[in-house]
């Protein structure tokens, strides 16, 4: 069962070649070292999972070399053997991360059982960090599926500010993949080992909202029976995710301002500070800007979140990644799903790309699970899509909009706006009271010619 490798550094050639069948015949793979020096070689060279190490050594202790090799080699387990117990040098080595320390000749019937303790740890370390490795690169860039020029951009950006400490702020529609993003920059920051911690804050009122963020004390409120963390303690040393933060209170949002400006805040029901060491990540689908203007977002609040922005592109406005979206999420959900789904045909694709999405990518992941739920045959086709494609591709076919539909009057509306605007689309957006991607959107839906 023993598959590790375990070095043994010890001068006497004898207890070494007993101690290498011994440890051998267990199906341990066994290293060999007469000194220090020795050892840090043969640690260098090879793949090493435990040491056994005697704490009397020609060129030094034993018992310092335990800090050396823990601080190198966090991952191994050092067991020290000693011919002679030492109260005092076993509490050194315990303080210095030694797995255990055991005598010679004494504790010889405790080898084997402790390195098979030993082994237990090195697999259960190795698992980890498998596991690990699977969740970071499932929440790297990498995983962001689209060459389109909006969303690389949006990637690039994000990519650059990801190693910083820096607060970022998302910014596009609802069903854009601003949690994604979040995740991917978390995972790319020097606080990837730490947690990720995120929160939607629409989804509780403001008296819920403040006790999940900031915790609170045991009789603060009716239900507070006991101490609770709020999520910027949980998410110490990692990152905080605000998602939908213009849906904040503004007495929550003053709370808020003190964790950026001043790295501290106060549990609800309490008067002692605490330190928070939190990186911010927040998100919303409001033009931030408009609600400062209306009193309902803080306009410091607004400027220490807007440090660096990113704007995420609507579906809409990245038509041309709708193809591997579509074949991503089908391969997805034919695996859940116990499907055989190859792909779509091209009418399928065709009538994907006109759709107007404005769920997004949400909407089209949607789309996809319940055509592969329908699909008889082993590609989707255009009988697996919602009735209501054909009904919307064909008014896009044709470009007729009547005099007395909606959408001419928005149409023309938007024309006259920008036309006033001089073909500045944020100052036209602001005067529609509509988001930028928004505004975007129904360019492209609407084919309106911007004037330069």
């Given amino acids: 069962m023993a598959a590790?490798?375990?070095?043994?550094?010890?001068?006497e050639e004898k207890l070494r070649n007993l101690l290498k069948r011994i440890i051998g015949l267990e199906g341990f793979t066994v290293f060999e070292a007469n000194n220090l020096s020795q050892a840090t070689a043969t640690l260098k060279r090879n793949s090493i999972d435990i040491i056994l190490c005697d704490v009397k050594l020609p060129d030094g202790s034993g018992v310092d070399f335990v800090s050396e090799a823990r601080s190198k080699y966090p991952g191994i387990p050092v067991i020290l053997l000693t011919a002679f117990g030492n109260i005092p040098d076993g509490v050194q080595a315990m303080k210095n991360g030694a797995f255990d320390y055991i005598v010679k000749g004494d504790d010889n019937e405790k080898i084997i059982p402790l390195l098979n303790r030993a082994d237990e740890l090195v697999a259960l370390q190795k698992k980890v960090t498998s596991l690990n490795n699977r969740v970071g690169k499932l929440h790297s860039f990498e995983t962001i599926i689209g060459k389109s020029e909006p969303i690389r951009k949006a990637?690039?950006?994000?990519?650059?500010?990801?190693?910083?400490?820096?607060?970022v702020l998302l910014l596009g529609e609802t069903g854009t993949g601003k949690e994604v993003f979040a995740q991917a920059i978390h995972q790319a920051s020097k606080r990837s080992k730490e947690s990720f911690v995120a929160i939607n804050c629409s989804a509780f009122s403001r008296e819920l909202l403040e006790s999940e963020i900031f915790g609170h004390r045991a009789g603060a409120f009716t239900g507070a029976v006991k101490d609770k963390k709020g999520l910027v303690e949980?998410?110490?040393?990692?990152?905080?995710?605000?998602?939908?933060?213009?849906?904040?209170?503004?007495e929550l949002q003053t709370k808020l301002l003190r964790v950026l400006e001043n790295r501290e805040f106060i549990k609800v029901g309490d008067t002692k500070v605490i330190k928070a060491d939190v990186r911010i990540i927040a998100a919303t689908n409001r033009n931030l800007e408009d609600e400062v203007q209306q009193g309902r977002f803080r306009e410091d609040l607004f400027y220490r979140l807007n440090?660096?922005?990113?704007?995420?592109?609507?579906?809409?406005?990245?038509?041309a990644d709708i193809p591997d979206l579509t074949k991503h999420y089908i391969a997805a959900f034919s695996v859940i799903l116990n499907s055989k789904i190859s792909g779509a045909d091209a009418e399928c694709i065709r009538l994907l790309k006109d759709h107007n999405w404005k769920g997004n990518i949400r909407e089209l992941k949607n789309v996809i699970e319940r055509a592969v739920i329908l699909a008889a045959g082993p590609e989707l086709t255009v009988k697996d899509l919602p009735a209501d494609f054909d009904k919307q591709e064909t008014r896009q076919a044709t470009g007729t909009l009547s005099a007395f539909d909606l959408a001419s009057v928005e149409k023309l509306h938007i024309q006259r706006v920008l036309i006033h605007t001089g073909g500045n689309k944020t100052e036209a957006a602001r005067l529609l009271n509509i988001g930028l991607t928004t505004l975007y959107r129904k360019i492209e839906e609407y084919q309106i010619q911007v004037p330069h």
């Fill in 4 to 11: 590790s490798n375990v070095l043994i550094v010890d001068d």
């Fill in 155 to 167: 990637i690039g950006l994000a990519e650059k500010v990801a190693p910083t400490d820096t607060t």
């Fill in 234 to 250: 949980e998410a110490a040393k990692g990152t905080l995710f605000l998602d939908e933060i213009g849906e904040m209170p503004l």
């Fill in 307 to 319: 440090v660096f922005s990113i704007g995420l592109p609507s579906l809409n406005e990245r038509r």
